[in-house]
């Protein structure tokens, strides 16, 4: 995954998890080492900053924690992103074993659907959206589109027809439903539909 599928998987900034990933000496590039070197050097943040041409966030984002951060309400929303990845990843297995064993039902949709509210999701051409859920109905932040679970149904049993007739779902237009090019990658998330050129594939 990259490093901003990352951050979206757990609702923070690319800047923490890049910070996170140089802290476990995992993440590497020739800004991040520039960044370093003049810190061990001794030089000053604003230094930095004027050498490189870098925000003053940017380059603590590029320098490892020290120590552990003592913020109780920090803690409390990694806490509480941890969560919300966990329920999220326990509604793909759910999604996914009922889909193996063919007995996926409108319920186990729904509540995936619902588990996936606030993700941030990229349509085919790149468009960056969310939606939340109010009931039986999905309020897509784009345009205030709404889809109903009923269209989300019949999205899930255009895609099996096409799956069960050995084609190849190249995108939302293959589907051809009404709030299909929001679907589309909501259901690439969830694993029902293998991601096409230009989309990447973030499954847990």
Known sequence: MSIRETADEFGTTILKIRKILIT???FHSEISEKVRELFSCGKTIEEIQSELKLSRASVYSYLPYVKTIYNIKEISANA????IYRSRRQAVFVFQSAVNANQLTGEIIWDTVTAF???????????????????FEMQVDRKKKTITKATVLLFINRVQELR???????????VGTFGASYLFPVFVRIGLIEPVGGQHDTRT
């Open 24 to 26: 476990a000496d995992v």
């Open 80 to 83: 509480q992103r941890l969560q």
């Open 117 to 135: 509210a606030g993700y941030p999701f990229y349509t085919i051409k790149g468009i960056k959206f969310s939606y939340t859920v109010h009931g």
């Open 164 to 174: 069960s007739a050995g084609e190849k779902i190249t995108g939302p237009k293959k």
